[in-house]
């Protein structure tokens, strides 16, 4: 999607991975709660967004894994204030993101079945609304996520193509 459409990937849980590496103010936090598969608070990771995007040349941004819950949406919206164009939500059978997860082999800390359980748990309490949210926008695409890459790629591409992003 980044090369295709000329985006630039903003992943939270990237950015909080940053924060704890540079051993920033909330690093500590951050980690235990990366750990334990919860929630960081939304004040701290709509701030890494935002610098993100204050310090990056581009206007086109790619948000992975934001907003997670309700209270996310609306920390960015008063802070950042921008709606996006429009939202994918990767739709996957539990047992498939699992075994994705258990098989990346990316050495991270919450990539254990105990963590990535309570972070299934997590998503279905908190993500429901934001959904449902971007959907009576008719903001919402909804993509099957099975299959290869490529797969899933075509599947997204016209989401792109609606919003006259082509290169
Ligand atoms: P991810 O890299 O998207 O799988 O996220 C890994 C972990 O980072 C999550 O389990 C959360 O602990 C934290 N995290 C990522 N994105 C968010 C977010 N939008 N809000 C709060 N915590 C997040």
Redesign the pocket.
């Known amino acids: 999607m980044v090369e295709t459409f000329g985006f630039t990937h903003l992943?939270?849980?990237?950015l909080?991975?940053k924060a704890i590496s540079s051993n920033s103010e909330n690093g500590a936090m951050i980690l235990n709660?990366?750990k334990e598969?919860?929630?960081?608070p939304?004040e701290v990771?709509v701030k890494l967004i935002l610098k993100a995007i204050e310090s990056s040349e581009n206007d086109r941004f790619l948000f992975?894994?934001?907003?997670?819950?309700e209270e996310?949406r609306m920390a960015y919206e008063r802070v950042v204030g921008i709606e996006p164009d429009f939202v994918l939500f990767f739709d996957c059978p539990e047992e498939e993101m699992v075994k994705r997860v258990l098989n990346r082999n990316q050495g991270r800390v919450?990539d254990n079945i105990d963590t990535v359980k309570e972070?299934l748990k997590?998503f279905t309490a908190l993500n429901l609304p934001v959904i449902e949210y971007y959907s009576e926008k008719g903001k919402l695409y909804k993509i099957d996520a099975t299959g290869t890459e490529d797969e899933i790629f075509e599947r997204v591409r016209p989401a792109f193509a609606a919003w006259r992003y082509v290169f």
């Open positions: 992943s939270a849980g990237d909080l991975r709660t990366i598969g919860k929630i960081v939304s990771t992975d894994g934001f907003p997670r819950s996310n919450d972070r997590v």
